[in-house]
C-alpha cells in the first residue's frame, strides 16, 4: 500500500529562521513520484516540485531546497531565511498506483506559520 | 490567463438537498478530478475522469457524482446520500499521465445544516 506521513501538523518560526518540513513515504513501486505543494489562504494549492525515484539529486530553487533520500524513504522541504508569505499548509504527495489505476496520495500537510 | 474556475467559493445549503459544484478549466487538459479536504485529513480523491464521457471512482465517491460531457468542464453533485458533506471541495486538472503535476482551482467551502 503507499502511503505519505507528514507528521509535523503545524510549524511556527520568525522570519529569517530557516525551517524543515518532513515527508516520508510508503510504496512497493519501483517508479514512482513525489510532490510538494503549497497551500495558502486563498486555498489553491500550488505545484512546487516533482521528483521521480530514479533521481536522489538534491534540488534548489531560491530559498527553497529539497532533500529526497530513497534509503530513509523521505524527501524533505526546506525553506531558507522564512519570510511572512511562506505562511500556508505544505502537502507532500505521492504517485502511487492502486487497483490499476494511477493516483495521487497526498500526505496531511503541515501548517507553517512564519512570524514577522 | 489559464486557469481553473471553481464557483461558487462559498454554498450553503439544508440538509436533504443536492448541491452541484462548478469546477471549469481553460488549460486544454485532459484530465480532471475533484477532491475532498478536511480539517487534519489531507486530500481524498472522489471522482476522477481522464477523458471526455467516462470518469472513474476515487477513494470517496459515496453519495457523490459526476458529469464529464465537456473538456472544459467537470461538475460535482453532493447527493442528499452523502452523510457528511461539509467540507472545503477542490476541483484540478492535469494533462494525461500519472506524474503531470495537479492545476487547482480555488475550492468551494459547502456547508450542510
Known amino acids: 500500500a503507499q502511503k505519505v506521513t507528514q507528521a509535523q501538523t503545524e510549524i511556527s518560526v520568525v522570519e529569517k529562521e530557516d525551517v524543515t518540513l518532513d515527508c516520508v513515504y510508503e510504496t512497493r513501486d519501483t517508479t514512482y513520484y513525489l510532490f510538494w505543494y503549497k497551500q495558502p489562504p486563498s486555498g489553491e494549492l500550488v505545484f512546487l516540485i516533482r521528483r521521480n525515484s530514479f533521481d536522489e539529486q538534491n534540488e534548489i530553487s531560491g530559498r527553497y531546497s529539497w532533500n529526497f533520500q530513497k534509503s530513509t524513504s523521505s524527501f524533505n522541504f526546506t525553506i531558507t531565511a522564512s519570510q511572512v508569505v511562506d505562511s500556508a499548509v505544505y502537502f507532500c504527495a505521492l504517485s502511487g498506483r492502486s487497483y490499476n489505476t494511477d493516483k495521487l496520495i497526498f500526505g496531511t500537510g503541515t501548517r507553517l506559520q512564519v512570524f514577522p | 490567463d489559464g486557469g481553473i474556475t471553481q464557483s461558487p467559493k462559498y454554498l450553503f445549503r439544508k440538509e436533504g438537498q443536492n448541491v452541484t459544484l462548478s469546477c471549469e478549466q481553460n488549460?486544454?487538459?485532459?484530465?480532471m478530478y475533484w477532491y475532498r479536504q478536511d480539517p487534519g485529513q489531507g486530500l481524498r480523491l472522489i471522482y476522477y475522469?481522464?477523458?471526455?464521457?467516462?470518469?472513474q471512482k476515487g477513494d470517496i465517491a459515496e453519495g457523490y457524482s459526476v458529469s464529464r460531457e465537456k473538456k472544459e468542464s467537470f461538475p460535482l453533485t453532493v447527493t442528499s446520500a452523502q452523510k457528511n458533506p461539509t467540507a472545503f471541495y477542490l476541483c484540478?486538472?492535469?494533462?494525461?499521465?500519472?506524474?503531470?503535476?495537479?492545476?487547482f482551482g480555488n475550492g468551494t467551502r459547502l456547508t450542510v445544516t
Open positions: 484540478a486538472s492535469s494533462t494525461a499521465g500519472r506524474n503531470s503535476p495537479l492545476h
Open positions: 488549460l486544454n487538459h485532459d484530465a
Open positions: 475522469s481522464q477523458i471526455v464521457n467516462d470518469f
